[in-house]
């Protein structure tokens, strides 16, 4: 720091007394300042060992400060004019949130201005050091006592000339080597002693503060550290203890007790040489006994090691100190996993802690433009590049999704969450999740029977709607069924609302196929030592009538659930998602009976695979051993592929049928027929998807002809096995034929 000249050197001499002497309030510690509470403490203790660099000393003091300056140095600075920031609702939609010394602002596209010189000053605005060490630095000290800027001769003139005069570095002085002036109960000054002892005084323009409130001190700051200097001492301490218990392997010098007086010189010192010798043979990892004449006898002492108390200790006193920093203790202990969304330590973090500092932080650096420029700028970090903040914006989002299904309009949504989403048309509307139609369209005409039987021509205009909308809603509420990709989307977004039918049919099979495999096997090990015939030993280890009650009993309630859903999603479908509906238990015990005879296929087929394996097995003369392996391998193949196959069928036969009965219970009256657009579709399927068009709906109450078969609806049971398993295929509601409209 250089001394002052001219007017500025007066100024000082007319303005403030010469200051001399010891600082209040500072001792001296080896040619520097040290706060006097500690100095006295040292006193107090006598020689007790006392913690004077906490961030050097305790790597939980220096992690905790740490945890709070890095998000604040890894988010960018954001320079904004004031003059610019609108209030104009439509404009700060367009904005992003930039968390500014005087709160939360959003950043405008032609408020924020650019300052290169002032970023290329940041870059390395302390000697030697980095931008994200200054942070570290400015955060460190105000966490621990208070933090000071301290500016050159040059910022006291009035309009400095950056073209010709670049900015100068600063310096981020300790605190302790900082002592206010004060006259009349006015701050007029302070007094910076650097580290050679050299007392320089400066005016308060010259010093930019970081500090807290402090109840206990009108002109000084105060941090947190003090309140964490206990635990954080009492861990450092118990460090060295360690680290010296460590160092000694365990040993701390054993206790000699004579029981008839004072040993005498000569017989402390064989005492001595026998312990020592018997010390290093234990370090070479030698047995070693020793013999000690006279009466006396040796005691180690009981603490070998640290144990669980003072472990558990330790761990208390780091959670304490980052309680006092701010930061959640839990980042203090080790995880296997770490979340970063808005129910993690990582959020809480920067919401409580970073976010506040970061405004003082910022505040600081106004100040400093405000000083080197002439300029007066906002100064805010841009939180919401974060990827903790994305994460939470992420889930805002989901929210958000969630929000718009149930017809909530999505600038409604923005407003709320505080997504700051971009304006688009369409963004003042709501719209229901499947007919992808406004809100207020399906409150006030609710869908009838002769919305069906003669729908409008064309649909009706809505000049707030894009294009893009308008061919979606043509799409859905009269599909075009044609093999195109468009059909192809309407049949995945069914698959998708099946999938979940679908696996739980399949865990149901997969399940009774696995617990007869676990019984036939145990009755196939039964029988090894009785000679049973081959049409014995099948009956034996599987019966296929017991089977098919079983399975039967397994699928009916997954049958029963699909019914009622695949209902409701139809409902959902043509607009009627709040009217409710019920599938009637007539047509549940139905459709019910209608599937024994699949079941009873299903028995056959597992019968028939194992009686081909126990015939193979015989055949080639294989032991019990061998054909235990081949009737594993029959019910494996039947777990995991046959199941699959019943999964398929019994969910689309349970969609068609209730489907088919929601449709008629609606009014619908008119059907098409969009065949599977998956890897194996069937060739008549595909073309029942062309001649049953929306030129060629049929009636509900007549068939449709696949394959020659006469078919309801997708999946009916009427059909032939090669017709119906495994089918994909789904019936659409549709408007009457162009001839008949």
Known sequence: MKDFSGHVLEHLKGKHPVLRGAVPGMVQKDGQGVPAFWFARAIEYGSQEVLYEPYKDSAWVRRAVKHVAGPIAGVELVFTSPTKIKNNSKRRRLAKRVFTSRGIQRREPDAEIDLP????????????????????????????????????????????????????????????????????????????????????????????????????????????????????????????????????????????????????????????????????????????????????????????????????????????????????????????????????????????????????????????????????????????????????????????????????????????????????????????????????????????????????????????????????????????????????????????????????????????????????????????????????????????????VTLTKNLDPVTRAVLQSAGEELFDEIGRADDPWTMPSQDVLKYIGSREGYIHGVSDTARDQLNTAIQESEKSGEGIDEMTDRIRGVFNNLSKYEARRIAMTETSAAYGFSRDKAMTAAGVQYKTWLSSHGPNVRPAHAKAELDYGPDSAIPMDEPFVVDGEELMYPGDPDGSAGNIINCQCIQLAAAAPKEEQ
């Not at 002693?193 to 308060?204: A, T």
């Not at 010098?253 to 064989?270: M, S, W, Y």
């Not at 234990?282 to 669980?308: C, M, N, W, Y």
Request: aromatic content about 10%; hydrophobic content about 40%.
């Open 117 to 548: 010189q002032v970023r290329e000053f940041l870059r390395s605005p302390m000697r030697g050091l980095t931008y994200e060490d200054f942070v570290e630095a400015s955060i460190g000290w105000l966490k621990l006592s208070e933090c000071f800027w301290i500016l050159d001769d040059t910022a006291l003139l009035p309009f400095p000339d950056v073209a010709k005069n670049p900015f100068p570095q600063i310096i981020v002085a300790r605190p302790d080597r900082m002592r206010h002036i004060v006259e009349n109960g006015k701050l007029i000054g302070w007094e910076y002693r650097d580290g050679q002892g050299k007392s320089v005084r400066l005016l308060p323009e010259q010093v930019i503060r970081l500090y807290g409130w402090n109840p206990y001190n009108d002109w000084r700051g105060l941090g947190d550290y003090p309140s964490a200097n206990i635990a954080a001492e009492s861990d450092w301490l118990a460090g060295k203890f360690t680290r010296n218990l460590m160092s000694n392997n365990g040993d701390t010098g054993p206790l000699i007790v004579a029981k008839t007086g004072v040993p005498t010189d000569p017989q402390r010192e064989q005492i001595i040489m026998a312990l020592k010798e018997k010390r290093a043979a234990q370090l070479r990892g030698e047995f070693r006994p020793t013999f000690l004449t006279g009466d006396i006898s040796v005691e180690d002492p009981a603490i070998k090691s640290p144990d669980a108390t003072f472990v558990a200790q330790r761990l208390e006193n780091r959670h304490e100190i980052y309680s006092a920093f701010g930061v959640p203790p839990s980042l203090a202990d080790v995880k296997a996993a770490y979340s970063i969304g808005s129910a993690s330590d990582f959020y809480q973090l920067i919401l409580n802690t970073c976010i506040p500092e970061g405004k003082k932080f910022c505040a600081a650096i106004e100040v400093l433009i405000k000083k080197f420029t002439g300029q007066s700028v906002e100064v805010g970090l841009n939180w919401d590049e974060h990827p903790v903040m994305q994460e939470v914006r992420k889930e805002r989002l989901d929210a958000a999704d969630k929000l718009w299904s149930k017809g909530v309009p999505m600038k409604e949504i923005d407003e709320y969450l505080g997504l700051d989403l971009p304006d688009y048309d369409g963004k003042e509307i709501g719209y229901l999740p499947i007919n992808v139609i406004p809100a207020t369209e399906a409150a006030t005409a609710q869908p009838s029977e002769a919305d069906y039987s003669e729908p409008p021509t064309e649909q009706p205009k809505n000049p707030e709607q894009p294009e893009a909308v308008k061919n979606l809603l043509t799409i859905l509420r009269a599909p075009v069924v044609q093999r195109s990709a468009k059909n192809k989307q309407i049949w995945e977004a069914h698959m998708r609302l099946r999938s979940k039918a679908v696996k739980q049919y399949q865990s149901k099979a997969s399940k009774v196929f696995n617990d007869y495999r676990v019984r036939a096997l145990q009755k196939l090990q039964h029988a090894k030592q009785k000679a049973i015939e081959h049409r014995s030993l099948l009956d034996l280890i599987f019966d296929h009538k017991e089977f098919s």
